[in-house]
């Protein structure tokens, strides 16, 4: 289809920068990408002079909903104005809060040495960019405690595991509130990948709704055509516009590949239409 309004750049956990990002859209022949970057839009400080396809500015917010942490994705926001650099701000200082958990918890199970050189590698890791699992993953392995950056999330940094910790995120409400009042469209990213049971997907996007959500991502990385059918139906019963997004990080994870999304079903209304 050509339109990707999910991806990441060195801005965050992703491996290309915003230039290099942009020209493989373009080889893909993808006509409108968003880069959205979890909790900053530095990469729109990052563009090249030519862009050549439609850029929408975009960021993926991390949000707490139940026991969940539920990413939410702002769309046609303004990435220049002082309250987006606010907001950024104060989730940098959130994610560096959890950094220093995320190292406790790992020194307690002795899979590093302590707690300020696991700062400092995944600081070095992340390159400038948003500090995440991702960049844990990344320095477990480095340190010899992992074969790989898969097993890291399997064994310690998945959902449950002890690198993973929760407390940090502001409500889902919030931060809905906030690509509200930064012009945007919020989009409730991924949902079936918060392995929530059908009717709690439905009270999520029923919260989400309600707190002035406008779309979801109907279509999201490789993802099987019964999930897209189910998500256009809670998309349809709920009146909220489709999104779709490759949520793509780099070039070895083959299944995601930037610009390449399965086709919105007919029923969907697309986000797009919001802004063009
Ligand atoms: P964070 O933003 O620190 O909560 O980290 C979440 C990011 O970790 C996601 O955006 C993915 O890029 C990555 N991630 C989450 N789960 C896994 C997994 N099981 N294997 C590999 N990467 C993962
Ligand atoms: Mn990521
Ligand atoms: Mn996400
Ligand atoms: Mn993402």
Known sequence: MGIDLHCHSTHSDGSLSPTDLIKLALTNQATM???????????????????????VPGVE????????????????????????????NEQAKRRLRRAEKIAKKLLSKKLIGSVDAA????????????????????????????????????????AGKIGDVKDE??????????????GGVPVLAHPAK????????????EDFKSFGGRSIEVAS????PETTKLLAGICTRFSLSAS??????????????L??????????????????
């Not at 917010?61 to 769309?75: E, K």
């Not at 400038?128 to 940094?157: N, W």
């Not at 392995?195 to 009270?203: E, F, I, P, T």
């Not at 779709?244 to 590949?257: A, M, V, Y």
């Open 194 to 205: 918060y392995k929530a049971s059908l009717s709690k997907l439905v009270s999520m996007v």
């Open 244 to 257: 779709c997004g490759s949520d793509f990080h780099s070039l070895e994870k083959r299944w995601s590949q």
């Open 259 to 276: 610009g390449k999304t399965q086709n919105l079903p007919a029923v969907c209304k697309p986000v797009w239409d919001e802004w063009s």
């Open 221 to 224: 990385g490789y993802q099987n």
């Open 119 to 158: 700062l400092e590698g995944v600081k070095k890791i992340a390159k400038g960019g948003t500090i995440g699992r991702p960049h844990f993953a990344q320095y477990l392995v480095e340190m010899g405690s992992c074969s790989d950056t898969g097993a890291a999330f399997k064994l310690y940094l998945s």
């Open 169 to 182: 995120w502001p409500h889902m409400r919030e931060v809905v509130g906030w690509i509200k009042s930064l």
């Open 61 to 88: 917010f991390s949000s707490a909903w139940r026991n969940l942490d539920v990413h939410v994705v702002g769309l046609n926001v303004d990435p220049y104005v002082v309250d987006m650099t606010l907001v950024c």
């Open 33 to 55: 990408i968003s880069i959205t970057d979890h909790d900053t839009v530095s990469a729109y400080r990052d563009l090249p002079s030519e862009i050549g396809l439609h850029l």
